[in-house]
């Protein structure tokens, strides 16, 4: 047994969220902002984590039937919490793939969705690339490629959503069967704009299902700030759909000139909203940065 460190992305809400069929799924969209979590077995210490990531690593010992009695857990984060920036997920992914490594094992991404969403709902950031994935139940998981160079002006509109009362709403179903059709342009702007590297597809989608979503989780600046995106030449506007912050969406890496006039513009026109940073969008996906004897 070694102590065993892991980075997971955090998102920038959902490129698109909603349901087909009855299906609940989102499409991530993951950035670099990280959460890394050690698990060290064995130790007798204080564990920084909270009780989500802690059960990730005895959920993930269960699995494998690794038996230790002691370990400690850390976890260092960039991610504010309640946001719609998959806190929770990244930690709880980073969580079961530390403790896998840590007892010389490891896990697959499939894997990890099962122990995650034993947990709780989950973000599928800890898959390669960009990634259609179910989270509620795991029944989609389909990879989409990798997003091409993109950058994001994150915003938030305050306040906190709790995750799982979220997916508790007794309306959620029906809200959602009502914006099928919408997202299924999504979804399928999305997917084709990955598939040909094409930022106005993704940004195109991301738009349409963020618009399609006011009816579930009203964000009211949003209008506003799809308007002044189109004027500094973004490609479009993300939300967390069940969360606090939107991104608007610029090709290419770093952002181009536009961006900043933007980021002015949206705070200006728009005071609540908080801006938090520029950030880019990555592939999805778990690394393990120290593996040692402990």
């Not at 914006?179 to 930022?199: F, I, T």
Request: aromatic share 4%; with cysteine; glycine share 10%.
């Amino acid at each position: 047994m070694m102590t065993a460190t892991v980075r997971a992305p955090g998102s920038c809400g959902e490129l698109v969220q909603g349901t087909l069929d009855g299906i609940n799924f989102l499409i991530t969209c993951p950035v670099d902002l990280y959460a890394e979590v050690a698990v060290t077995p064995g130790a007798a210490g204080p564990t920084a984590a909270g009780d989500k990531t802690v059960a990730a690593v005895l959920r993930t010992w269960a699995y494998l039937g690794v038996v230790s009695e002691r370990f400690t857990v850390a976890v260092t984060s960039d991610l504010p919490q309640g946001k719609g920036m998959a806190s929770s997920s990244a930690d709880i992914a980073a969580a079961c793939l530390a403790a896998a490594r840590a007892a010389g094992r490891s896990l697959t991404a499939d894997e990890i969705a099962d122990i995650a969403l034993a947990i709780e709902p989950t973000d599928g950031i800890f898959f390669p690339g960009i990634a259609m994935f179910d989270h509620v139940r795991g029944l989609i998981r389909r990879p989409l490629g990798c997003p091409p160079p993109m950058s994001v002006l994150v915003f938030d509109a305050g306040g906190i959503i709790d995750t799982l009362e979220f997916n508790r709403r007794t309306d959620l179903a029906a809200l959602n069967a009502a914006k099928e059709h919408e997202v299924r342009r999504a979804v399928d702007l999305v997917s084709r704009g990955l598939a040909a590297g094409d930022c106005a597809l993704i940004g195109q989608g991301a738009t349409i299902s963020a618009l399609a979503n006011q009816a579930i989780l009203a964000k009211p600046a949003l209008p506003d700030v799809i308007a002044i995106a189109r004027r500094h030449g973004a490609v479009g506007v993300n939300t967390a759909h069940s969360g606090t912050v939107l991104g608007i969406l610029f090709p290419g890496r770093p952002a181009p000139a536009g961006a900043e006039a933007c980021r002015a513009e949206v705070v200006r026109a728009c005071p609540a909203l908080r801006f938090l940073r520029l950030t880019s969008l990555v592939p999805g996906g778990l690394t393990v940065t120290e593996e040692g004897s402990r």
